[in-house]
Nanobody, 127 residues
Framework: QALLVESGGGSVQAGGSLRLSCAASGHTFGAYTMGWFRQAPGLEREFVAAINWSGGNKYYADSVRGRFTISRDNAETVVFLQMNTLAPEDTAVYSC????????????????????WGQGTQVTVTS
């Protein structure tokens, strides 16, 4: 049973930065693609970024590419999301997730490809 715990959310002014962390346990962390998704009030959950098991491949939503950076530390079993140049439209609950299948990046931007989810951390960007 994988356990994912996010941290690092908070409130920041537009143009600011935050770094989210997702600590993982209970599974072979280094075998799975990890993803970040977000959900704003009244909207559906959307893909933000994903990173494959080795960290060699990274994927981003168009809305965050160039501003957000995903990374992972397999030794510490943590995945990060560095968020720069934040804007009010980035306000959402951010959740990390572990892919359903090991060594797979299939449909990395679909929430249905992920099996375990963290509880989420709130990010609020004020103008």
């Amino acid at each position: 049973q994988a356990l994912l715990v996010e941290s690092g959310g908070g409130s920041v002014q537009a143009g600011g930065s935050l770094r989210l962390s997702c600590a993982a346990s209970g599974h072979t962390f280094g075998a799975y693609t990890m993803g970040w998704f977000r959900q704003a009030p009244g909207l559906e959950r959307e893909f933000v970024a994903a990173i494959n098991w080795s960290g060699g491949n990274k994927y981003y939503a168009d809305s965050v590419r160039g501003r957000f950076t995903i990374s992972r530390d397999n030794a510490e079993t943590v995945v990060f999301l560095q968020m720069n140049t934040l804007a009010p439209e980035d306000t959402a609950v951010y959740s990390c997730a572990r892919a359903r299948d090991p060594y797979s990046t299939s449909d990395y931007d679909s929430s249905s490809s992920y099996h375990y989810w963290g509880q989420g951390t709130q990010v609020t960007v004020t103008s």
